[in-house]
């Protein structure tokens, strides 16, 4: 199943996959976990079931031959899953610890972090577009989010921890698939386990920490089960389309156009959850979705200025050779010349 030599799925189709299970996700734990719905407020442990589920996917994919296995050093997959963990616990703890406000400002802040840390790794350099595509982004996506904002010490370095981890996590995932030749699905088969695990064990005492509740005490439904069973479901095709998206584009990219999902999560949530919808929200939406239209304009430019440049070069470097050899033959003896018409 590698989805980058065959042209399973097309680009539109990877980011139309991430955006509708990242949605139905979100909608499905928001009923899951309020209140009002099934009261199951044990997220980073939930966390640990969506990995669990992804990696017995993966499993049988290799058993029954439709992946293959690659490899990839045990140590690179411990210390990622610990930076991925990271940014999810320090998500959790981010979003309890300070105001909505701050909360969505944090989440906005990756966006220029994945840059700088991309010109930082990998020397990747941003053209004026692209820079003003992302802040109209982050500009709309934050004129209809953020409304108050609180901050203090213990959420302030929860924030700061779970932005760094979550802009590495999302850069490494293109720079494993590029130094191991792995595809997106091999890739999340390898580190979806170790990942598994860790949550599995950390996740209940985490929980307990952030809402004085057990795992143990949570009285399991058939509606509560479905719902879990239903979100599990949903987080194997989100985190598919996540590493397809990311190999094939770029973790800014993936940030960018992933702000279409704040998007559609604030227009559902007016349509099946009655919530408020003011003209501020609607003008956000409204920029954001600009900025992600101007952002993929400027990457379709960038793409073809860079084919132009190589095509250039491919061009000058044969009337190069085309020069050389015209010179090479002016400078053969006429005597030779003849003689090789006379052979031809």
């Not at 990839?72 to 309890?96: D, H, K, Q, R, Y």
């Not at 760094?164 to 580190?191: A, D, M, P, R, V």
């Not at 998007?263 to 979705?289: E, P, Q, R, Y």
Request: with cysteine; charged share 15%.
């Amino acid at each position: 199943m590698d989805l980058e030599k065959k042209p399973v799925v097309s680009d539109v189709g990877a980011w139309a996959m991430n955006v509708v299970s990242s949605v139905g996700i979100i909608m499905a734990n928001k009923q899951l976990m309020s209140p009002n719905g099934y009261g199951f407020s044990f997220a980073t442990t939930l966390t640990g079931f969506h990995f669990t589920v992804t990696a017995l996917v993966g499993w049988v994919s290799n058993a029954t031959g439709l992946s293959a296995s690659k490899y990839v050093p045990f140590w690179e997959l411990f210390w990622f899953s610990i930076v991925a963990n990271l940014s999810i616990t320090g998500m959790n703890l981010s979003l309890m610890l300070n105001s909505v406000g701050f909360y969505q400002i944090s989440k906005l802040s990756i966006i220029p972090v994945v840059c700088f840390m991309e010109f930082l790794l990998h020397s990747k350099h941003y053209s004026q577009r692209l820079i003003v595509a992302v802040a109209v982004v982050a500009l709309g996506v934050g004129i209809c989010t953020v409304t108050d904002v609180d901050i203090n010490a213990k959420g302030l370095l929860c924030a700061c921890v779970a932005v760094f981890c979550t802009s590495l996590q999302q850069i490494t995932i293109g720079s494993f698939q590029k130094k191991y030749s792995i595809g997106s699905f091999e890739l999340l088969s390898k580190t979806a386990p170790v990942q598994a695990v860790s949550l599995i064990l950390v996740g209940p005492f985490a929980d307990y920490y952030l809402n004085n509740r057990s795992l143990l005490e949570y009285p399991f439904s058939s509606g509560a089960t479905a719902f879990i069973l239903l979100s599990c479901s949903l987080a194997v095709v989100c985190n598919m389309s996540q590493y397809l998206c990311i190999g094939r584009f770029s973790a800014t990219s993936f940030q960018v156009l992933g702000h279409m999902k704040t998007v559609c999560v604030l227009i559902l949530g007016w349509v099946l959850f009655d919530s408020v919808l003011t003209v501020k929200n609607i003008l956000g939406m409204l920029l954001a979705v600009l900025g992600m239209v101007v952002y993929s304009w400027a990457v379709e430019h960038e793409k073809q200025a860079k084919l132009a440049m190589h095509i250039s070069a491919e061009i000058k470097s044969e009337e190069e050779d085309i020069k050389l050899l015209k010179e090479k033959v002016n400078r053969l003896p006429v005597s030779d010349l003849e003689l090789g018409q006379t052979k031809s």
